[in-house]
């Protein structure tokens, strides 16, 4: 229910910038998305864990300990749940809109004739291109996007100090939409194809920080505070290489989208561009486990396999501790990031004449 409605709304919101925005403006649409997802993750993740973390609000925030940080999720939750309410109920009684489109066949599109309509949008000869080019742009980046972070908290790095990470580059993720902008605007996508190379090459540098990272920690279970420096700049470099290609498919996706068809046809593009980024984040996710090699130690079970969760209940009846000796993270992000390399070889002439087709081609005649 909850994703229904937040979808509805999201089809609202983009046809609303749609025809709100002129045709040469309408790129802002794709940098104001993206400062407001980056509010939004800042208020929901970063501020949540840091005031809903004991020791972090023991230690900077409070004069005598407590077992319990300053808000829960239940309080939080409640808290922004009035927020949305009484700012989209403020919308919908001091917002008037005036019907934009002269056409009358699509100012009356009721529901399934709009869908009849995104059915012939899909047999669109370039917007087919554009379905196969957004749904497997980022395998390349699919292991460092999804494990990497759960890596670094299985080495011990506490999650409240990685979220806490974020809060320096919220400056940085706030100006990046508004500086690619103005780059974008005209040929968004070869600031994608331009960005996509050193964004690959991350992947690589966060495996070397997760494989270094046992070597940073102290006794007492700490990290130094130029380990953190080194994450920072890590961050802020992927994150300038992410938000450019971002932006850049954003504000396309902008470009070519159906004003007619108010935010329909614009969130089919979104959808399919998430969808390109979430698929291959589960599978990634869902394969590290079974790519690791791991032997138990110790006890009676010494030697056996432990790449199973049926082998590890056996290594752990008879005494032993599993032991990875191979993670399956590292050869994900080796594996990931060739066929990202032979991706950005084998499409970019068909972004690049996807980009420069014709208005009337991504239109239903």
């Given amino acids: 229910m909850l994703n229904f409605l937040a979808a509805t709304q999201d089809i609202a919101v983009d046809g609303w910038a749609l025809t709100m925005l002129s045709q040469k403006n309408v790129g802002y649409a794709s940098t ?57 109920t403020l919308v919908a009684v001091f917002k008037k809109e005036a019907r934009t489109s002269t056409d009358p066949h699509f100012d009356n599109l009721g529901i399934f004739s709009a869908y009849r309509q995104l059915l012939k ?10 379905i196969v080019i957004a749904m497997t742009a980022k395998i390349g980046f699919a292991a460092t996007d999804s494990v990497t972070g759960l ?4 080495a011990g790095v506490p999650k409240e100090q990685l979220a806490l990470l974020a809060v320096p580059l919220v400056p940085l993720q706030i100006l990046l939409p508004w500086l690619f902008q103005s780059t974008s605007r005209t040929t968004p996508l070869n600031v994608f194809l331009k960005a996509m190379p050193f964004r690959l ?38 994150q ?15 470009k070519i989208s159906d004003p007619k068809m108010g935010g329909t046809y614009m969130t089919l593009l979104n959808t399919v561009t998430n969808l390109g980024g979430n698929w291959p984040s589960t599978v990634a996710l ?42 399956g993270y590292y050869i994900e992000v080796v594996f990931c990031t060739i066929i990202g390399f032979l991706w950005l070889r084998w499409k970019r002439n068909s972004v690049k004449d996807m980009q420069m087709a014709d208005k009337s081609e991504w239109k239903c005649q």
């Fill in 32 to 88: 104001c998305n993206s400062v407001g997802q980056t509010a939004g993750y800042f208020l929901g993740n970063v501020l949540f864990l840091a005031l809903e973390s004991a020791p972090f609000c023991n230690k900077y925030l409070r004069w005598e300990p407590q077992p319990t940080g300053l808000v829960t999720l239940e309080d939080f939750l409640y808290f922004w749940g009035c927020v949305f309410f009484v700012t989209t």
């Fill in 121 to 130: 949008v899909l047999k669109l000869k370039y917007l087919q291109i554009f």
């Fill in 151 to 154: 890596k670094l908290i299985e």
């Fill in 201 to 238: 090459l991350m992947g690589l540098a966060f495996a070397s920080i997760v494989w270094i990272t046992p070597m940073f920690q102290t006794e007492a279970g700490t990290y130094p505070y130029y380990y953190y420096i080194i994450l920072i700049v890590n961050y802020a470099i992927h």
């Fill in 240 to 254: 300038i290489t992410l938000y450019s290609m971002y932006v850049a498919i954003m504000a396309f996706n902008a």
């Fill in 286 to 327: 869902w394969f590290v486990d079974g790519l690791s090699w791991k032997s138990c130690q110790g006890g009676e079970g010494e030697g056996l396999d432990c790449d199973w969760k049926e082998d590890a209940e056996v290594c752990a009846e008879k005494g032993g501790v599993c032991h990875t000796d191979i993670d």
